[in-house]
């Protein structure tokens, strides 16, 4: 009887280890009040003008880029510019969605059309600002809405999730 | 003038194809003359000198950042014995000798799988007197290094080989960064996984896939981070995603992935990390066949990635395993995806099927000539290899294999070619094929040989062979 008892009790034990909820582990809310100070991660806004909404559907739709910040938490860093990488990246990026992006969060208005690698090598002052909207800025907290579907994806600790569920996929 | 690349003997496979990688990336029209895979010298040909650069510079530069060459060298002559190697070196350098006679030198001999007694290694240093060279002799920092390299037959010292196959006799150009992986090993990064990949193998594929500053990197199977810090550590900013967020976070302080990134300096140069799938992956498209200018809508300079074998690390995508038999998955999704504690539930998916995937979001997401370079395994029996999948707007520049013992995983590299240059036939042929399959088991091939420990098939099946190619078609059973 003692036996059953301390083998029922070990089996209750080993089920309870082997039930923790490793699969919900990411939306567990196991950082402590103030994890934002922790900085598990940081998404440049460079990164914004290459995501669209993950819906098939959408695609083809052009409001379906850029996302749209809503209650956006922006953080800022210091990192060292890179003129190879914005001459590089100019001609890839979508200058009317970083237009969007920029005036969604609040930045100066940037002007209408991108300028030439010319004009990004001789000035300075453009390159740095580039850099700091770029590279420097970062997206923190908030959602990233689509502008066809209007479906959310949640920004946590610097990660934008954008994994869908089944009747979306 | 012909230069000896001196190569570590480990990773044979993938040895050449970083050495051509690095030609590339650094513009240098570079001919192999002579090339094993098991030796570790080689010989190349590079251009002659054109002012400003002399050909020695451009072979200081084509190594130094190679993982797997030693140093590069100026060959003054080689041959099948000693006296073969003065003959060579007295016919065609003795007009170089005069700029090397009041400098401070030093000679060693780097013999491979083979020794000498010092004695005798005196005797061939003296043996090269006739050089003539005047300078002091500096064991320590010499501004000149002669070396007589000499390849051994295999195991010579316990057979009593007396004499190398073969000599080569050079003057010291160069290093690489062979020692790079020593920096990034995963016994000293913070934060790694079951499947995080060796610093030395992440480094390789790197350095095969062009990445370089200025440079943007994706990995689509991101884990822990071992690809974007290595392509970040060459320079290049890197984005990673995941479909387990999970392994990005860590432990949300100082491991995770962007604390492997502080540890090594390399914040800077991480794009963003999140977490997706690539089957329905947020980043933006070009669909195939409709830019002209063969770059806007293409984003990438390259992708590396190791993705999920099925075997230690599930292969899941969103979706519903069986929908007709579960309709409740869908519906509870349907009523709950908004809170913010909803799991998308993930069903099992192809390997073959999850590669061809790749290959199509490479396609559409690369630049012109950008690369994507990413792991596959294999069984290391004939009949159960499965093939070297393919793509249209792909052409396939290297397979190198990393041999276990029952198995191999290899690393494939592709270049994007231009639309102009596609076969419009392939393109078709590709629109017409259709995959199948359901569990675990029926998706990939290589699992379910995985788990039956690579048993080859009997004898009865005949000529059909468990992997046919492009298809998956679920084995008999």
Redesign the interface.
């Known amino acids: 009887m003692v036996l059953l008892v301390l083998i029922h009790f070990m089996i209750s034990v080993y089920m309870h280890h082997i039930q923790k909820p490793v699969?919900?582990?990411?939306?567990?809310p196991?950082?402590p009040p103030g994890?934002l100070e922790?900085?598990?991660?940081?998404?440049?806004l460079?990164?914004l003008n290459?995501?669209?909404?993950?819906?098939?559907t959408c695609?083809s739709s052009s409001d379906s880029?850029p996302l749209h910040p809503k209650d956006a938490e922006l953080a800022s860093?210091d990192?060292?510019v890179?003129p190879?990488?914005l001459?590089?990246?100019l001609?890839?990026l979508?200058w009317k969605a970083l237009k969007t992006t920029s005036a969604e969060l609040g930045f100066p208005q940037l002007p209408d059309s991108p300028p030439t690698i010319e004009q990004l090598q001789s000035d300075d002052k453009l390159l740095k600002d580039l850099h700091s909207l770029l590279?420097e800025t970062n997206l923190m907290e908030g959602k990233l809405v689509c502008g066809v579907c209007g479906h959310?994806?949640?920004v946590r600790?610097?990660?934008?999730?954008?994994?869908?569920?089944?009747?979306?996929? | 003038m012909e230069y000896l690349i001196r190569f570590s003997q480990s990773h044979e496979t993938f040895r050449l194809p970083e050495l051509q990688a690095l030609a590339v990336l650094e513009r240098i029209d570079m001919e192999v003359v002579s090339y094993s895979l098991d030796s570790p010298f080689c010989i190349i040909r590079l251009p002659p000198s054109s002012p400003p650069i002399n050909t020695a510079t451009l072979a200081r530069r084509l190594i130094r950042r190679s993982i797997l060459a030693m140093s590069i060298h100026e060959l003054w002559g080689h041959g099948p014995d000693l006296a073969s190697v003065h003959a060579a070196v007295k016919s065609t350098t003795s007009s170089l000798w005069p700029s090397y006679l009041s400098c401070s030198f030093k000679f060693t001999l780097d013999s491979y799988q083979g020794s000498r007694t010092s004695d005798q290694k005196v005797s061939i240093i003296n043996s090269f007197s006739y050089l003539g060279f005047m300078g002091p002799i500096k064991m320590r920092h010499p501004d000149q290094e002669f070396t007589l390299h000499e390849l051994w037959p295999f195991n010579s010292t316990p057979l009593g080989i007396p004499e190398p196959n073969h000599l080569y006799f050079t003057r010291y150009l160069g290093s690489s960064l062979r020692d790079l992986p020593k920096k990034l090993d995963l016994k000293k990064r913070r934060y790694i996984s079951t499947t995080s990949m060796d610093a030395e193998l992440a480094l390789i594929t790197a350095n095969i896939a062009l990445a370089g500053p200025g440079k943007l990197f994706y990995d689509p199977f991101c884990g822990t981070g071992s690809f974007p810090i290595a392509v970040a550590e060459f320079g290049a900013v890197a984005l990673g995603s995941d479909i387990d967020g999970r392994s990005i976070r860590g432990d949300g302080g100082r491991k995770t992935l962007r604390g492997n990134f502080e540890q090594y300096g390399l914040l800077g140069r991480l794009g963003g990390t999140f977490t997706a799938d690539l089957t329905n992956s947020p980043i933006r498209k070009q669909e195939l066949g409709s830019d002209g200018d063969g770059v806007r809508g293409r984003v990438f300079d390259g992708i590396v990635c190791d993705p999920p074998y099925g075997v230690r690390e599930g292969l899941m995508v969103l979706g519903v395993r069986d929908p007709e038999k579960t309709p409740w998955v869908e519906r509870k999704g349907r009523e709950m995806y908004k809170q913010a504690d909803f799991i998308p539930p993930r069903k099992p998916y192809g390997f073959l099927a999850m590669l061809d995937d790749i290959l199509q979001f490479a396609a559409q997401t690369l630049v012109d000539n950008g690369r994507v370079a990413f792991w596959m395994p294999t069984a290391n029996d004939e009949e159960q290899e499965m093939p070297v999948p393919s793509h249209p707007y792909l052409e396939t520049l290297s397979v190198s294999t990393q041999v276990f013992n029952k198995w191999s995983r290899r690393l494939i590299c592709y270049r994007r070619i231009p639309d102009k240059d596609v076969d419009s036939a392939a393109v078709k042929a590709r629109e017409e094929r259709k995959l199948v399959g359901k569990t675990a088991d029926e998706l990939n091939p290589f699992r379910k040989a995985y788990f039956e420990g690579f048993q080859t098939p009997p004898a009865t099946t005949g000529t059909s062979t468990p992997v046919a190619p492009a298809t998956e078609t679920p084995p008999p059973n």
């Open positions: 699969f919900f582990a990411e939306h567990y196991f950082s994890h922790k900085k598990t991660a940081k998404m440049k460079l990164t290459f995501l669209t909404c993950a819906v098939k695609k880029f860093d990192v060292e890179n190879e990488l001459v590089n990246l001609p890839r979508d590279m959310e994806y949640a600790e610097g990660i934008p999730n954008f994994l869908l569920p089944s009747h979306l996929v």
